[in-house]
C-alpha cells in the first residue's frame, strides 16, 4: 500500500476521516481547529507535529507513530494512547481535555502535562518518570504500578492514589495532595 508524506504543510479547520484524510506520514505539519473525533487514523505517522484546538475524541490510533508531538488547548476525550506505535513515542500536552483517556502500561517518560483535565484517565503500568503534571484536574484518575519517580504533581489536584502500589521515590506533591495519598488508609486529616 502506497503511503503518502507530507512536509512542514498546516491544516486549518478541516474535517478528517479515514476517507478524507491520505494514509501517510506526516513530518513538521500543524492541525489547526481540525476535526479528527472518531477518525480512523491506524498506521499513520505524525512526526513533530503539532495539534492546535483540534478534536481527537474516540479517534482510532491503533500502530500510529507520535513521536515529538505536541497538543495545545485539544479535545482528547477517550483515546487509547497505549495501542499507538511505542517506538519513538514522545508527547507533551497543554490546556487539553483529556477525560477516559488510557495510557494503560505506555512509556511517557518526561512528558509534560500543562493546565488538563485528565478526569477518569487511566495510567495503570505507565512510565511517567521525571513527567510534570502542573496544574492538571486528576479528578478520579486511576494509577496502580505506575512509575512516578521523580514526577512533579505539586501544583495538580484532586489526586487519589496508594503509595503502596505506585513508584514515587523522589516524586514531588503538596500538602494539598496528602488526603488523597492517604485515602486508602482511612485517615482523617482536619
Not at 486549518?12 to 500543524?30: A, K, N, V
Not at 484518575?141 to 505539586?154: G, R
Request: hydrophobic content about 35%; proline content about 3%.
Amino acid at each position: 500500500m502506497q503511503t503518502d508524506y507530507f512536509s512542514n504543510k498546516t491544516f486549518e479547520q478541516e474535517t478528517f476521516d479515514w476517507r478524507s484524510m491520505p494514509q501517510g506520514e506526516y513530518e513538521g505539519c500543524t492541525f489547526r481547529s481540525c476535526e479528527f473525533s472518531n477518525a480512523v487514523l491506524n498506521g499513520y505517522k505524525f512526526i513533530d507535529c503539532t495539534f492546535i484546538s483540534c478534536n481527537l475524541s474516540m479517534a482510532s490510533l491503533v500502530q500510529t507513530v507520535l513521536h515529538k508531538v505536541k497538543f495545545e488547548s485539544c479535545k482528547l476525550l477517550g483515546l487509547h494512547f497505549e495501542s499507538c506505535s511505542p517506538i519513538g513515542m514522545t508527547l507533551a500536552f497543554e490546556q487539553c481535555i483529556m477525560d477516559h483517556t488510557s495510557f494503560y502500561k505506555t512509556k511517557l517518560p518526561q512528558t509534560n502535562f500543562v493546565s488538563c483535565s485528565l478526569a477518569e484517565a487511566d495510567f495503570t503500568g505507565t512510565d511517567l518518570k521525571g513527567s510534570v503534571f502542573r496544574d492538571c484536574d486528576l479528578r478520579m484518575a486511576h494509577f496502580e504500578q505506575t512509575n512516578l519517580e521523580k514526577a512533579d504533581l505539586s501544583s495538580s489536584i484532586n489526586i487519589v492514589m496508594d503509595p503502596n502500589k505506585n513508584q514515587l521515590k523522589n516524586a514531588v506533591f503538596s500538602m494539598h495532595n496528602l488526603p488523597g495519598l492517604l485515602a486508602v488508609y482511612k485517615i482523617k486529616i482536619r
